[in-house]
Structure formats: structure tokens, C-alpha cells
């Protein structure tokens, strides 16, 4: 069977190869940022769950900066979560961001500027939970960058209390696969794709985290994700 690290390689080569990825460089080791992250962006706003949606929760990886940004234009709070998960999740709220400033309140090296790190306690319902992929199947299964934290971002929220939400991703039409991508059960899928090209459901099959498995929770998780010891103590305590 095909290992998520080489199905990795092949993305990371193909858009590398094809000039299909943009800054920054390279692309390998990251959420590859793709050409056409905007129509991407675009896509996202016509499903229904985003329409309705109040709170989003966003990476802060670059190809999804264009969804960060219109997710503050069309009044909805955002949600990122910060380098490691070292300090939580950064919230910006649209009234807090002057017309015209919402691509430099969303990057990365300025959103603290704009948002605020809240206490996982003062966490809102989320309604929809964005995330960046290095490669996916139509039928939801995802293969991220290797670190898991997008995985542990849905099982966070879920163990806080937060219902089962639509997950979205957005890459390039050449990040689709039709590998058999090996799916473990703290593996998250996808519900939606959107790509510079299309936009579809995945009707996945498969069971998104219900809440963390603390038997699979290393010393070292809990030392790099200090957010842990807290949810921990909030939801076990």
C-alpha cells in the first residue's frame, strides 16, 4: 500500500515540476500554496454551510489567505489557531478590522495585531472548519504536511463540546488522488472540495474525531502543545 509520505512527494513534485505552486518556496515540508487559491476561495462561498455560517475556523497556511479574507469581508469571525497550538486559537472578529485591511489582518505575521488569543473556555460554536491539504481523495480521505495538527485542531473542538461541523478544503485540481490513502481513526476527512476549477461534496463515508484519544497522547505532544494539558484539565479535571 502507497504510504501518506509518498503520496506527499508526488504532489510536492508535480506542482513543483508544473510551476503550480507560488511563494513561499519550496514547496515541499508545507501546505503547498497553488495558483488559483482565489477561484478556489470564491468556490467556497457558494456552499450552503458556509452561507449560514457565524464562527469559521481557518488555517494560517498562505493558499488559504484568499477564504480568510472574505470570511472577514462577508461579517462571519474567524478562527486560527496559532504556530503549534502553543497559545490556542487567535479570534478576529470583521468589526475589529478596518475596510480595506482585512488580506494584512488575516496573514500571519499581523493577525495578532488585529485578533485576539482567547482561552479555550471563551471558544464560540464553530460552524465550519477550513483546512489547507497536500493531497486528497474524492471521497474525503485527506493527507496533510505530516504534523497532525489539523486532526487534533477537529478532535480539540469536538472534546470542548463543539457539535460534528462540515469540513472544507481547498487545493489545486492536481492535488486530487485516486491513491488508497491510509486512514487511521484520529484522521480527519473532508465533507467539501474546492479547487480552481470545481467544487464538490465528497460524501464521505468515514468518521471524523468524536473528541482526543488520550491513550495515543505522547509526553511529548504535551510538552509542544501545552493546549492539551489545558483541555485536559478543563473537560477531565
Known sequence: MITKQEIREMKWKHLTDH?????????????PNFKGAESAAHLVTMIPDYKKANVIKVNPDSPQLPIRVQILKDGKILLVPTPRLRAGFIMIKPEWVPVG???RAVSLSHMKSYGREIALSDIPNIDLFIVGSVALNRDGRRVGKGAGYADREYAIIRELGNPDIPVISTIHSTQLTEADIPKKSFDLTVDWIATETELFRT?????????INWNIVTEKELIDMPVLCEIHELTRG
Not at 19 to 31: E, H, S
Request: avoid cysteine; hydrophobic fraction near 20%.
Open 19 to 31: 510551476k503550480l505552486g507560488r511563494f513561499p518556496f519550496p514547496l515541499n515540508n508545507r501546505i
Open 101 to 103: 485591511e482585512e488580506r
Open 203 to 211: 460524501n464521505s463515508t468515514y468518521d471524523k474525531p468524536s473528541g
